[in-house]
């Protein structure tokens, strides 16, 4: 079992459609999570993290997180040709040094 | 965050010779870490760099292929050494906001093309 798992995708929705981006984890004692976007070609850019359970808001981007299923979520509104990209789920583990254990992302594709 | 500059952005190298990748950050910083993408995949870490010390590095990275230096608060360097086709990846430099968040920024990237 992978220790951070996404779908690789492509998710294609139309433009204006909600895009929901599914990401699991296998350390249950995990505490902080991640959403990065990556272009094509680009590093990974910082969107939304989350910390604690329920839901969090940022413009058109929602983090949901549920520790008891292992589970957190990136919901993206009104979708937009230039969301298209890479998305990365990333966990960072307890204990130790911080280290980040990324998903192997899912690409998005926005259509018009 | 912190503005993050790697040098160079890209390099086509021959197989048997060394890189050095620099990570410039534009502030202290406590962690710097090196992250490697092979294409089409995800980010795996190589290894923290830790200032004063030797890098911690990752479970099938040896510093012997992979050495880190980290001067100073703001600088690091990794070198890929013995190179051959399988190193060509994008290697990442990223630092890690300062407390009370623990979000880690990226640099723009190396691009290794090994011949």
């Known amino acids: 079992q992978k220790e951070v798992e996404q779908n690789s995708g492509p998710l294609s929705v139309p433009e204006g459609a909600i895009a929901s981006l599914n990401c699991t984890y296998s350390d249950r004692g995990s505490q902080s999570f991640f959403w990065y976007r990556q272009y094509s070609g680009k590093s990974p850019e910082l969107i939304m993290s989350i910390y604690s359970n329920g839901d969090k808001e940022d413009g058109r981007f929602t983090a949901q997180l549920n520790k008891a299923s292992q589970y957190v979520s990136l919901l993206i509104r009104d979708s937009q040709p230039s969301d298209s990209a890479t998305y990365l789920c990333?966990?960072?583990?307890?204990?130790?040094?911080?280290?980040?254990?990324f998903g192997a992302g899912t690409r998005l594709a926005v259509h018009p | 965050s912190a503005v993050i500059s790697q040098k160079p952005s890209r390099d086509i190298c021959q197989r048997g010779t060394s890189l050095t990748i620099q990570c410039q950050v534009d502030s202290q910083v406590t962690m710097m870490f090196w992250y490697r993408q092979q294409p089409g995949q995800s980010l795996t870490l190589i290894a923290t760099?830790?200032?004063?010390?030797?890098?911690?590095?990752e479970s099938g990275f040896v510093i012997d292929k992979f050495p880190i230096s980290r001067p100073n608060l703001t600088f690091s360097t990794l070198t890929v050494s013995n190179m051959s086709p399988e190193d060509s990846s994008i290697y990442l430099c990223?630092?890690?906001?300062?407390?009370?968040?623990?979000?880690?920024?990226f640099g723009p990237g190396t691009r290794l093309t090994v011949l």
């Open positions: 990333a966990v960072k583990r307890t204990g130790g040094y911080n280290k980040l254990i």
């Open positions: 990223s630092v890690e906001d300062r407390a009370p968040t623990d979000t880690q920024y």
């Open positions: 760099a830790n200032q004063g010390s030797e890098a911690t590095y």
